[in-house]
C-alpha cells in the first residue's frame, strides 16, 4: 500500500500534472490551427497501427532487455540508471525515427501538402501541431513504460526523483531524435529513406557524445586534424553527456538549453526544408 | 478580386510561365485552356499561394498571396489536381477537418459540413473511409473541401476529371450557379465544359496566354467562324461549286458531297467577310435557281481553335 502512494506521489502525480500544463498551453496558448493539426495527427497515428506496434516492440525491448540481460534485478540496488536508462537512448535511435517518419513525407506522398499549405495557417503552425502529435506519442510510449518502476519500488526503496530525472532526460532525447526526424521527412517523400537517414543522424548524434570521440579530439595529430572541425561538431552536438547529466539527476540548466535549442534549430530547419521544396 | 500581374515561374532553366497576366472579377467564371505541361496548374499553384511565383503578382480581394498570406488564403477554396484526401480519415472527419483549418467559426462547423455534403452528392459515403472511396467520390471529397468555408474565390484545378457524364453535368451547372456571387477560375482539357460554365476563357501555351475572351468571343476567332454550310440541287455539283469559288466573300469551298443533281458543300468565309457570305450564297441559288434543301451558318469551334493556335505556335 505504502509503495501504491509512494508511487502516486512521485510518479502518477507528476505525469498529469504536466500532462495537464500540456493541455492548457494547447488550448488556451497556441492557435487554433495548431490544435487542429495536433489532433488530427494523433488520431491516425491511433487509426492506423503504427503507434500500436511501436509500443509493443519498444516496451517489448526495454522491459525485456533490462530484465533479463542487464540485470535490474541482480543489481541489488535500487537504481535504474546503469541497467536500465542507459540503454533507452540506443532503441531509441530507431523508435523515434519510427514514429515521426510519417510527419511530412506522407504528407508528400499523398499531395496533401498542396493542401495544407494553400490554407490559411502559417508553416509553423503545421510543424509544431505534428511534431507535438508525435511528442505525445513517444511521451505515452514512456508512461506506459512504468511497470518497470513499479518492480523496482516494490522490490526496494529507490531514490525516484532520480528516476523521474531518467524519464526526463529519456523524454528529452527522445524529443531531440524525433526533430531529426522532421526535418529529415520534410526533404524526402519516401518513408523508408526518411526512416534510414533519421536512424543513421540520431545514431550519429548519440554516438558523437561519447568520451572516446572526446578523448579521439584532443589526441588528434598530423594529417588527422583536417577531420578535426567535423569531429568536434559532431562532439558538441553529442546527446549523450547531457543525456547522462540529466539522468543521474543533476537537472542542469545547461543540458535543458542544449535540447530545447536543439529542437528549435530543427523545427526551424523543418521550416526551410518546406519552402524549399515549394520553390 | 482576383488579380493576377505579369507572373513568372521558372524551375531551374525550364520556364514554366512566362508572363501571365489576367483578372477574374465577382460574378465571372474564368476557363482555364491549354495542351499538357502548358503552365496551368503552376499559374494555379501561385494563384493559391503554394508556389512562390519567380516574378510578379498575385492579390486576391485585395491581399498579396505573398505579403498577406495568411489574410488572402482564407478567401481561398482550392481543389488540386490529383485531389489530394487524408486517407485515414473518414469524408465527415475530413470535411471537419478542413472546415477547422479554413476558419468556418466552432458553432457553424456541422452546418458547413452537412451543406458541403449535399452540394456535391456525398452522403452515401459520409462515414466511409476515404481510402476505400471510388475515384469520382474522393474527386467531389476534395471539392467539398473547396467549398466549405463558402469562399470568395474558387480555384478549380480539373474539376470534372473522373466524373461520369451525369456528375460532369452536375458539376458544371454546380459551378455555374456559384460563380453568380464568386469568382471561380478552373481548368479544363474538355472544351465543352468551357462553353457549357464560363464567362471567359483564357488559352494558356508554353506559358503564355495566346487567347482571351468570352467563349463567343473566341469561337468567332476558329476558321470555321461564320462558315456556311449549304445542301442544294438543280444544277450539276461542279457547276455550283464554279459559281461559289466566284465570290468575293468566299474563302474556301470544301465539297462534302457532289454529283451531276447538286452539291453538300461548307463555304469558309474570306478573312473579313463572315457577315456577307450567307447573303451571297444565297445569292447564288437564287441567280441559279436552285432549290436549297439547308442553308445553316456555322458557329465557329472551339476545339478548332484551340488546335489552331496551340499548333501554330508550335510550329514556330
Redesign the interface.
Known amino acids: 500500500m505504502d509503495a501504491f502512494i509512494t508511487l502516486l506521489l512521485d510518479f502518477a502525480i507528476p505525469t498529469i500534472i504536466v500532462s495537464a500544463i500540456f493541455v492548457g498551453i494547447l488550448f488556451y496558448v497556441l492557435p487554433?490551427?495548431v490544435r487542429?493539426?495536433f489532433k488530427?495527427e494523433l488520431k491516425?497515428y491511433f487509426?492506423?497501427p503504427i503507434a500500436y506496434v511501436l509500443f509493443v516492440v519498444f516496451l517489448g525491448i526495454s522491459n525485456t532487455l533490462s530484465f533479463f540481460f542487464t540485470g535490474v534485478l541482480e543489481g541489488g540496488e535500487a537504481d535504474l540508471f546503469l541497467p536500465y536508462f542507459q540503454y533507452l537512448p540506443w532503441y531509441l535511435v530507431l523508435i523515434a525515427p519510427a514514429v515521426g517518419m510519417r510527419l511530412w513525407s506522407e504528407e508528400q506522398r499523398?499531395?496533401?501538402?498542396?493542401?495544407?499549405?494553400?490554407?490559411?495557417?502559417?508553416p509553423w503552425h503545421a510543424i509544431l501541431g505534428k511534431y507535438l502529435a508525435a511528442g505525445v506519442v513517444l511521451f505515452a510510449m514512456l508512461v506506459l513504460s512504468f511497470p518497470i518502476v513499479w518492480t523496482i519500488n516494490f522490490l526496494g526503496e529507490p531514490d525516484n526523483g532520480v528516476i523521474m530525472a531518467g524519464f526526463v532526460a529519456t523524454l528529452f532525447v527522445a524529443l531531440c531524435f524525433l526533430a531529426v526526424t522532421s526535418v529529415i521527412s520534410a526533404i524526402t517523400r519516401s518513408q523508408l529513406v526518411a526512416l534510414l537517414v533519421s536512424v543513421a543522424i540520431c545514431m550519429m548524434l548519440w554516438l558523437g557524445g561519447l568520451p572516446h570521440l572526446s578523448e579521439l579530439l584532443m589526441n588528434l595529430k598530423g594529417g588527422w586534424l583536417v577531420f578535426w572541425p567535423i569531429l568536434k561538431l559532431i562532439n558538441v552536438l553529442g546527446v549523450m553527456p547531457h543525456f547522462t547529466e540529466l539522468a543521474k539527476g543533476v537537472l542542469g540548466l545547461r543540458d535543458i538549453v542544449f535540447f530545447v535549442t536543439f529542437i528549435a534549430f530543427c523545427l526551424f530547419a523543418t521550416s526551410v526544408a518546406i519552402r524549399l521544396k515549394?520553390? | 478580386m482576383i488579380e493576377v500581374e505579369n507572373l513568372h515561374k521558372h524551375f531551374g532553366s525550364k520556364v514554366a510561365v512566362d508572363g501571365v497576366s489576367f483578372t477574374v472579377k465577382k460574378g465571372e467564371v474564368l476557363g482555364f485552356l491549354g495542351p499538357n505541361g502548358a503552365g496551368k496548374s503552376t499559374t494555379m499553384r501561385m494563384v493559391t499561394g503554394f508556389l512562390p511565383p519567380t516574378k510578379g503578382r498575385v492579390t486576391i480581394g485585395g491581399c498579396d498571396i505573398e505579403e498577406n498570406e495568411i489574410e488572402a488564403k482564407s478567401k481561398i477554396g482550392y481543389l488540386p489536381e490529383a485531389a489530394p484526401l487524408y486517407s485515414d480519415m473518414t469524408v465527415e472527419a475530413f470535411l471537419r477537418f478542413a472546415a477547422e483549418m479554413r476558419r468556418v467559426p466552432a458553432g457553424e462547423i456541422k452546418a458547413a459540413v452537412d451543406r458541403a455534403i449535399e452540394t456535391t452528392f456525398l452522403e452515401p459515403v459520409r462515414h466511409q473511409s476515404v481510402d476505400t472511396l471510388s475515384k469520382g467520390y474522393r474527386h467531389r471529397t476534395c471539392f467539398a473541401q473547396s467549398i466549405i468555408h463558402d469562399p470568395e474565390v474558387l480555384i478549380l484545378d480539373e474539376p470534372t476529371d473522373g466524373l461520369d457524364p451525369n456528375q460532369k453535368q452536375e458539376i458544371r451547372q454546380l459551378i455555374r450557379r456559384m460563380g453568380e456571387t464568386k469568382a471561380i477560375i478552373f481548368s479544363t482539357h474538355i472544351l465543352e465544359e468551357v462553353e457549357a460554365a464560363c464567362t471567359r476563357a483564357i488559352i494558356i501555351d508554353r506559358g503564355k496566354v495566346i487567347a482571351d475572351g468570352t467563349p463567343a468571343e473566341l469561337k468567332a476567332r476558329a476558321t470555321n467562324a461564320g462558315s456556311v454550310l449549304l445542301r442544294a440541287s438543280g444544277l450539276a455539283g461542279s457547276g455550283i461549286r464554279a459559281e461559289l469559288e466566284k465570290l468575293d466573300a468566299a474563302g474556301s469551298v470544301e465539297v462534302i458531297a457532289s454529283d451531276d443533281k447538286g452539291i453538300t458543300a461548307r463555304i469558309n468565309p474570306a478573312k473579313g467577310k463572315a457577315n456577307q457570305l450567307s447573303a451571297a450564297v444565297f445569292g447564288v441559288c437564287k441567280d441559279k435557281n436552285l432549290s436549297v434543301e439547308e442553308l445553316r451558318i456555322e458557329e465557329g469551334r472551339l476545339d478548332l481553335l484551340f488546335r489552331e493556335i496551340t499548333k501554330k505556335d508550335a510550329d514556330k
Open positions: 487554433r490551427e487542429t493539426i488530427r491516425s487509426t492506423s499523398l499531395g496533401t501538402m498542396e493542401l495544407m499549405l494553400t490554407m490559411p495557417l502559417a515549394r520553390a
